[in-house]
């Protein structure tokens, strides 16, 4: 282990992403000194460690936020598929400790969401707005966490609230579009990593904001920085547009 190199614990290990993360945090120089997975208790683990990275799933991110209390250090999430319950933890536990959460951790699509947001702040109410997602046929979430992301931003630019404008389940004779409404379409197939489009649709012009995800490691090397970040900061809620200083 090099100088200055910095323990990890995992929660999640032994999935796809957990394995991804575990080789990035080795590759940059750091320690993974700790995995936990279903059915373990991350509590006494979690203080061996400096910080964690969680892409587990939802029912055990209250497990691994108080664990992450307990050991008094910071936390990023990558779960996806949180609800609003999810998300008041998340803000509870933020109060003790820094917590970073993101539906990616990908420095690119941290970037992308910037420009969406920024556009659509720019562009009037007549410009239509679709996500388009498109990721391997194992992924069980839809719209991806990714996708809500880029939706969130867009309706921040606005102004307005995603859940209020979010229309994803177009089937049939939907009559034509709301005004105002983010539309959201997903594809499932293959082995695609990821792939998100935002489409600002307007009279006889669009504009099309683009990510395209080779490989899985681009996610854990962004989570490996993103938690790098968190080491050391005080208590509070963060974003992956703080590490990239948007």
Known sequence: MSEGARR???IGHKGRMGHAIANAIEEAGHEFCVGVDMGGDPEPLLGQCEVAVDFSAPDALAANLAA???AGIPILIGTTGLAEAHFAMIGEAAKAIPVLQTGNTSLGITLLAYLVRETAARLG???DIEVLEMHHRLKVDAPSGTAKLLGEAA????GIKLSDNMDSGRHGFTGERREG??????LRGGTVAGEHSVIFAGDQERITLAHSAEDRAIFA???VKGALWLIGREAGRYRMEDVLGL
């Open 68 to 70: 992450a209390k307990a």
């Open 8 to 10: 990890f614990a995992v």
């Open 155 to 158: 309706s921040a630019g606005r």
């Open 221 to 223: 090397r962004g989570a």
């Open 181 to 186: 409404a983010i539309g959201f379409a997903t």
């Open 125 to 127: 109410p007549d410009w």
